[in-house]
Nanobody
């Protein structure tokens, strides 16, 4: 099975910084894209940032200039550096990946989700 393991969440004061990481494990052939989504209570899950295989990045408007997504291809890991955090950034952050896996010779393109890590921005 392919698993996405997230870490780095926690409590931080407004204006502070936090760095999330997500590593993909399993029979991975290639990763098309990885990224981060978030969901606050009572709200829909929304895209935060993504990075594609070619290196392109995409950010939702509310985090542009504050968040930076990066990737370590050798470790199948994606990071999210969050600076100038605001209370409205409080949410459960989910790692997402669209990848090609090989299970016993069967190739599949699948979207995977991490279990989520809590980010709380509060005084």
């Amino acid at each position: 099975q392919v698993q996405l393991v997230e870490s780095g969440g926690g409590l931080v004061q407004p204006g502070g910084s936090l760095r999330l990481s997500c590593a993909a494990y399993g029979s991975i052939v290639s990763i098309n894209a990885m990224g981060w989504y978030r969901q606050a209570p009572g709200k829909q899950r929304e895209l935060v940032a993504t990075t594609a295989r070619g290196g392109g990045t995409n950010y939702t408007d509310s985090v542009k200039g504050r968040f930076t997504i990066s990737r370590d291809n050798a470790k199948n890991t994606v990071y999210l550096e969050m600076d100038s955090l605001k209370p409205e950034d409080t949410a459960v952050y989910y790692c997402w990946s669209r990848l090609l896996s090989n299970s016993g010779g069967v190739y599949r393109v699948t979207n995977y989700w991490g279990q989520g890590t809590q980010v709380t921005v509060s005084s």
